[in-house]
């Protein structure tokens, strides 16, 4: 990994992209200070700090997912925007008195069905005719949002992670928090999910 300090963010992003995946380790650890400076900077604005800084962690994680050198000025610039953007998201989700939107991560309905169980247990069916894959889509809806307002913001954001497919050692690190934690969490977003269609039945 010492090489990586002889090399510019827009070097390692590339290195990143031709698979060298312990480079989001090195990124995540180098730029956390950051992330901490944005964190105390808006925690004035009303926000919780640790989550913020969750919130922001994950918006380094989108940068890092995201950023084209073909298309932005330097990652520094784009991942502090992607950063503070998170955070301000996070803010605003907060004053409505209600967790991070699922919707604004990423849809249950359009989850890829490579996700495994938990997403199996929000499907209605693998209907063909378009009035039955209407009202399937309607009921996944419906589930999402019942399932959204009983998670927690840590449940949250381990189901936004889980779902764009991040392992449990990256989610750990993104939300400063032990594997152990990132499983429970998971298991307990399962059984919140399968509650919910035992109850719809």
Known sequence: MANYEQMTDEQLIRKLRRGDK??????????KNLVRK???AMYLLGGENDDLIQEGMIGLFKAVQDYDAE???????FAKLC??????????????????????YISLY???????PLMETMAAGHESNPEELLVSREYAELLETKLE????SL???VLYLHLLGTDY????????KSPKTIDNALQRIKGKAEKILRAEK
């Open 169 to 176: 050692r990256t989610i750990a690190r993104l939300l400063d």
């Open 38 to 40: 944005e964190a105390n």
């Open 110 to 116: 359009e989850a890829n069905e490579e996700q495994g």
């Open 22 to 31: 312990n480079i989001i380790d090195y990124i995540m650890e180098k730029y």
């Open 83 to 104: 950063i503070t953007r998170q955070m301000y998201s996070a803010i605003a989700a907060s004053k409505r008195k209600k967790h991070s939107p699922l919707n604004s």
């Open 71 to 77: 298309l932005e000025a330097s990652f520094f610039s």
């Open 149 to 152: 307002e009983s998670l927690s």
């Open 155 to 157: 449940e949250n954001r």
